[in-house]
């Protein structure tokens, strides 16, 4: 339904308020993002998977990039239609920006209501006008606004790698520590039995 409303509604009021509230429809699935192996307490197997960076953490933030794009992609296409590719642009990295803030935000807190609580305002801010919460340019902006979205993504994107790094770094030492069985030490006098 959020979808048609893209496609069909004036593009001002699909892109102010349909499309940010067509997001934060999907804040349960954003919010689980990083942080559905500690709530499930599989934590330690999904972290001793080949690569669990390159491969875990990527593939998630792949699929949750995937979902927003494909949400936003009746407006996307209106914007190119009308030969509007900053707009388009800036929708993609929106959504980008939003995947990636649930990602850090999981990753730091171990925990969803923090995203979930914080995408609510930024969602509420959007929809009432507040330029300073604009992540995907639904108002005028300056001419690099685009690139400063782009920069912000990259740098949160990087942060949330190093801290999952840090944690899976820590999770290993924990696991190495707790499974090391210490034998009682015994003398040969002690063994011998006659």
């Known amino acids: 339904m959020g979808m048609i409303l893209l496609a069909v509604l004036p593009i001002t009021i ?3 308020i349909v499309l940010p509230i067509l997001w934060f429809l999907q804040v349960n ?11 499930n307490k599989v934590h330690y197997f999904a972290f001793s998977s080949y690569k669990p960076i ?3 953490l990527s593939s998630q933030l792949f699929a949750a990039v995937i979902l927003m794009f494909v949400l936003s992609l009746p407006l996307i296409i209106r914007h190119l239609i ?3 590719y900053s707009a ?3 929708v993609f990295f929106g959504g980008i920006f939003i995947v990636i803030l649930a990602a850090l935000l999981g990753v730091l807190s171990k925990g969803a209501k923090l995203f979930e609580v914080l995408f609510f305002m930024i969602a509420y801010a959007n929809i009432n006008g507040v330029l ?3 992540y995907f340019e639904g108002f005028e902006h300056q001419a690099f606004y685009v690139l400063k979205l782009a920069f912000i993504s990259i740098v949160l994107g990087c942060l949330c790698a190093f801290v999952r790094t840090y944690q899976l770094k820590a999770d290993l030492l924990v696991i190495s520590h707790s499974t090391c069985i210490t ?3 015994y003398s040969l006098d002690q063994l011998r039995t006659d």
């Open 132 to 134: 300073v919460f604009d």
């Open 29 to 39: 699935r954003l919010s689980n993002l990083t942080t559905k192996e500690i709530t």
């Open 183 to 185: 034998l009682p030490s």
């Open 14 to 16: 699909a892109y102010q």
């Open 82 to 84: 009308a030969f509007d």
């Open 88 to 90: 388009s642009i800036s």
């Open 54 to 56: 390159t491969r875990l």
